[in-house]
């Protein structure tokens, strides 16, 4: 379930114009006398009244100081303070002023929280990571992160594949000298994860492990957690060292941290007509 909130506007189609075309945000649905808003997974609504709410404060977040600047530079005319770091909240904040005169507020958590991603954000922004803070991941997120991974569908449901937990520098700095540059990624980060399929279970090994391994990087990314997918690793050395069965199947060993930036830049992608094959 989701929510809406609401607010009484006597200009709605400034309005629109304005939360449309110069905050990003897409028309979720219009009726009647009233328009509603979709900014990630925030739902705002405004409909046409003889007075205006001017109370309160509507808030977008970004993942980066940098979008919060890019936003500044965009509302310079309108803003009625400058970009700054708030100690209190630890956040980075600036105010401005919407057509009708309500305050609205462009912020980063300058430290992690938990995710918020909708959707469409969660499979269009999920990047891949190899550096990370250092930070250690609380139980209670990977708990979550794992949890939402027992969904993974496998082939007959047969639930055929695991996860092994490395936390053991010695072990981490093994699996990072591998591949050379591909594997590095895991020496960057407090821990990672092998997804695994055991053949006695199912006869689709690598297709049930690498969709349990997709699904373990999406659950990260929407726990705010990043991922990188290292191949290559279904190897007799790396098997040995996780203590997995030389006969099971090795997906990935991923990296898993708090990244150290979450990339801005998406990168270059072909158009949708070269992927759809009439």
């Known amino acids: 379930m989701s929510g809406i909130i609401f607010f009484k506007t006597k200009m709605l189609d400034k309005i629109k114009e304005f939360y449309l075309d110069k905050i990003g945000c897409s028309l979720w649905l219009e009726q009647a006398d009233c328009a509603i808003f979709k900014h990630g997974n925030m739902l705002v609504g405004f409909c046409t009244r003889d007075t205006a709410d001017k109370e309160g404060?509507?808030?977008?977040?970004?993942?980066?100081?940098?979008?919060?600047?890019?936003?500044?530079?965009?509302?310079?005319?309108?803003?009625?303070?400058?970009?700054a770091s708030n100690d209190k909240y630890n956040i980075y904040q600036f105010f401005a002023h919407d057509p009708e005169g309500r305050a609205?507020?462009?912020?980063?958590?300058?430290?992690?929280?938990?995710?918020?991603?909708d959707g469409r954000a969660l499979l269009a922004g999920r990047r891949s990571i190899r550096k990370f803070r250092e930070?250690?991941?609380?139980?209670?997120?990977?708990?979550?992160?794992?949890?939402t991974c027992r969904f993974a569908p496998t082939s007959m449901?047969?639930?055929?594949y695991y996860f092994k937990v490395i936390k053991e520098r010695e072990t981490l700095d093994k699996l990072a000298g591998t591949r050379g540059e591909s594997s590095k990624p895991i020496?960057?980060?407090p821990m990672a994860v092998a997804i695994c399929c055991d053949p006695k279970l199912t006869k689709?090994?690598?297709?049930?492990?690498?969709?349990?391994?997709?699904?373990?990087?999406?659950a990260a990314w929407f726990h705010g957690l990043g991922t990188c997918w290292i191949a290559a690793m279904n190897r007799e050395d790396v098997k040995t060292w996780l203590d997995v069965p030389q006969d099971h199947y090795v997906a990935t060993v991923t990296p898993l941290g708090y990244p150290e930036?979450?990339?801005?830049?998406?990168?270059?992608?072909?158009?949708m007509d070269w992927f759809i094959r009439m």
Do not use: W
């Not at 808030?59 to 400058?82: M, W």
């Not at 930070?135 to 949890?147: G, T």
């Not at 449901?157 to 055929?160: E, G, L, P, V």
């Not at 930036?261 to 158009?271: F, G, L, N």
């Open 135 to 147: 930070k250690d991941i609380p139980e209670e997120i990977l708990f979550r992160v794992f949890e």
């Open 261 to 271: 930036k979450y990339p801005v830049v998406t990168p270059e992608r072909k158009d």
């Open 57 to 83: 404060m509507v808030t977008f977040f970004y993942d980066t100081k940098e979008e919060v600047d890019q936003f500044y530079e965009e509302f310079k005319d309108i803003a009625y303070s400058e970009p």
């Open 187 to 189: 020496g960057n980060a």
């Open 104 to 117: 609205i507020e462009f912020q980063y958590f300058d430290h992690p929280v938990d995710r918020y991603l």
């Open 157 to 160: 449901n047969t639930q055929s």
């Open 204 to 218: 689709r090994v690598e297709q049930d492990g690498c969709i349990g391994a997709y699904h373990f990087l999406l």
